[in-house]
């Protein structure tokens, strides 16, 4: 009986790789689920296996894990086809070139032997310097200096948080990553809603910017070359940095499942069991979309671009249950009318917070491209 319980429980966890999450708590799961396949491919397995040397249940447990083991193994399947579709498509619109002088990129977008190897990927430790300071409030940033020890282009990291939770040390496996391959990072914070509204977030992404400027020569940063990368929330401020900042010096932007067309968003808001869109979009823009809708266009990155807009990176997965889908799409559609240089890396079967483990399939192909996105829009 336990086994048939366990094979149900497997059976059942298998199905959030389908169908979107209906709370948090599931899409919580479905990240470990989608990220981790490998490790439910071999339980259903070994499962099924138990059926050689017992026979009760054995129809449906061997039913049922291997159900199981197709659905999770359908992940690895579509992450292969994929992957092998990324370089191309940034080659299209970027030049291939390999800035890093130290460490070589990533040769593939997947391997299915990286998810139980990981990542060459030495862990870079950083100092966190204050950069600005409000009344009480100090905020920083967390600085990993390039593993060159040269003066180096800089990336810009803006965690998410839906603008009101979390900090600097977000998924901080990338910014090693990106320090190991001869770049200086700076994962920054930022204020945070309620307390304050847009477009704070927006200024302290300025302040930071310049902070590093006016200390570029103790830091040893390119100042001609910046990157912003944003996650969620932090790819909305990422992108409206980008698009509003006028900075010659910002090369590229990475936006990872970012909340693009705000204005859309609070017209069209999604499973509040999951996250509460009205809650979460009033308190950051700081009013109703009834109320005040230029606000929120004003707060549309979708709203800024324009011809001469900075290159883009979109990421997004189709099975994102927090920030639609949509939102990328909109934000692709400006770009090819204004013709902007952009790549767009959607994935199948990745819902939001896909890159958290660098190493699994949505880590390994978000880093690949990421990689080769930064080193082809920086200037030597």
């Known amino acids: 009986m336990i ?23 599931l899409w919580r799961a479905t990240v470990a689920l989608t990220e981790f396949p490998h490790l439910l491919i071999i ?37 292969y086809n994929r992957a092998s579709t990324i370089e191309s498509g940034l080659n299209a619109n970027f030049s291939n070139k390999n800035y890093s002088t130290l460490k070589k990129p990533l040769e593939t977008a997947f391997s299915f032997f990286t998810l139980f190897t990981g990542i060459d990927n030495k862990t870079i430790e950083y100092k966190s310097i204050p950069y600005k300071k409000i009344n009480d409030l100090e905020l920083s940033f967390d ?10 282009p800089c990336i810009i990291i803006i965690h998410g948080g839906s603008w009101r939770e979390g900090d600097s040390q977000q998924l901080p496996k990338l910014n090693s990553y990106l320090a190991n391959r001869g770049y200086n990072v700076a994962s920054i914070n930022y204020r945070k809603a309620p307390e304050y509204t847009n477009p704070a977030p927006i200024e302290d992404t300025r302040d930071a910017l310049n902070y590093i400027v006016e200390n570029c020569k103790e ?14 929330a932090g790819g909305q401020i990422a992108l409206l940095s980008a698009y509003t900042l006028n900075n010659k010096n910002i090369k590229g932007v990475v ?43 004003l707060s549309s990155p979708v709203e800024f671009v324009e011809s001469t807009s900075t290159p883009t990176l979109i990421i997004h997965g189709q099975h994102d ?39 699994g399939p949505s880590g390994q192909t978000t880093t690949y491209a990421i990689e080769r996105f930064i080193n082809s829009v920086i200037t030597q």
């Not at 397995?45 to 447990?61: D, G, R």
């Not at 808001?269 to 979009?281: F, I």
Request: glycine share 4%.
């Open 3 to 25: 086994r048939l319980t366990i094979a149900v429980l497997i059976f059942l966890l298998s199905l959030l790789v389908v169908f979107k999450a209906p709370t948090n708590l």
């Open 43 to 79: 339980a259903s397995l070994l499962l099924a296996a138990t059926c050689y040397w017992y026979s009760s249940y054995k129809l449906p447990i061997l039913t049922l894990s291997f159900i199981s083991f197709i659905i999770f193994s359908a992940t690895i399947v579509r992450t």
């Open 143 to 152: 600085f990993y200096p390039s593993n060159t020890n040269q003066v180096s």
């Open 219 to 232: 830091l040893k940063v390119d100042t001609s070359n910046f990157v912003l990368i944003g996650r969620s």
């Open 255 to 297: 936006s990872i499942y970012a909340p693009a067309d705000m204005y859309w968003g609070a017209q069209h808001p999604g499973n509040k069991w999951v996250l509460d869109t009205d809650k979460v979009l009033g308190d950051f823009v700081g009013a109703s979309v009834k109320d005040f809708p230029e606000k929120y266009k």
């Open 321 to 359: 249950c927090m920030v639609s889908f949509i939102h990328s799409e909109h934000l692709q559609q400006k770009l090819i009318e204004n013709k902007v240089k952009h790549y767009f890396l959607d994935l199948p079967w990745a819902t939001h917070g896909c890159d958290f483990n660098i190493c």
